[in-house]
T-cell receptor
Framework: DGGITQSPKYLFRKEGQNVTLSCEQNLNHDAMYWYRQDPGQGLRLIYYSQIVNDFQKGDIAEGYSVSREKKESFPLTVTSAQKNPTAFYLC????????????FGPGTRLTVL | GENVEQHPSTLSVQEGDSAVIKCTYSDSASNYFPWYKQELGKRPQLIIDIRSNVGEKKDQRIAVTLNKTAKHFSLHITETQPEDSAVYFCAASMYSGGGADGLTFGKGTHLIIQP
């Protein structure tokens, strides 16, 4: 999992702003995922991508957008339409399928001021 | 969609005793069940996983059992140590040939090892 990096570690956003969270992997994995974690909760799937230039909505995609222009990169944008964005955001990757081992990045903690 | 329930939410055991965490899932087509350990503020780390063609899997002090008929699976930690204190998450996924579609997680169990 050391091959997945996320930046920044902490991010502060004012209401009405869009912010973009970075996720990069050098594991040569095809599949990448974004999860959101709230205190005392499990992880919930926001978006996933099986291959470059393709991505699908997860369970809680409203207010978020992604792109997958390169195999190594899967940035997540939290838009102003996301009503409660304060959370811990985790990016993950796997070789090809969700039934392959998913490796997580260190996470970005987003706080709305 | 898939729903995963995890119990208990908090588990306190004496050092050296065993700990058991249980999960149930709703989609009988799910066929992959990983367990993750997460320390405070850190990323989840895979500790063990099991696939639907296997009923039990062990790795040193950790074991996972799967009952497909009842749609539940459990994590067993024996001879618990202080470093086992963390939050543990179960998850489920299904591979249908369509590729990746993410994991569905339980809400986690906070395991506390009492010295």
């Amino acid at each position: 999992d050391g091959g997945i990096t996320q930046s920044p570690k902490y991010l502060f956003r004012k209401e009405g702003q869009n912010v973009t969270l970075s996720c990069e992997q050098n594991l040569n994995h095809d599949a990448m995922y974004w999860y959101r974690q709230d205190p005392g909760q499990g992880l919930r799937l926001i978006y996933y991508s099986q291959i470059v230039n393709d991505f699908q909505k997860g369970d809680i995609a409203e207010g978020y957008s992604v792109s997958r222009e390169k195999k190594e990169s899967f940035p997540l944008t939290v838009t102003s339409a996301q009503k409660n964005p304060t959370a811990f955001y985790l990016c993950a990757s796997s070789v090809r399928r969700s039934t392959d081992t998913q490796y997580f990045g260190p996470g970005t903690r987003l706080t709305v001021l | 969609g898939e729903n995963v329930e995890q119990h208990p939410s908090t588990l306190s055991v004496q050092e050296g005793d065993s700990a058991v965490i249980k999960c149930t899932y709703s989609d009988s087509a799910s066929n992959y069940f990983p367990w993750y350990k997460q320390e405070l503020g850190k990323r989840p780390q895979l500790i063990i996983d099991i696939r639907s063609n296997v009923g039990e899997k062990k790795d040193q002090r950790i074991a996972v059992t799967l009952n497909k008929t009842a749609k539940h699976f459990s994590l067993h930690i024996t001879e618990t140590q202080p470093e086992d204190s963390a939050v543990y998450f179960c998850a489920a996924s299904m591979y249908s040939g369509g590729g990746a579609d993410g994991l569905t997680f339980g809400k986690g169990t906070h395991l506390i090892i009492q010295p």
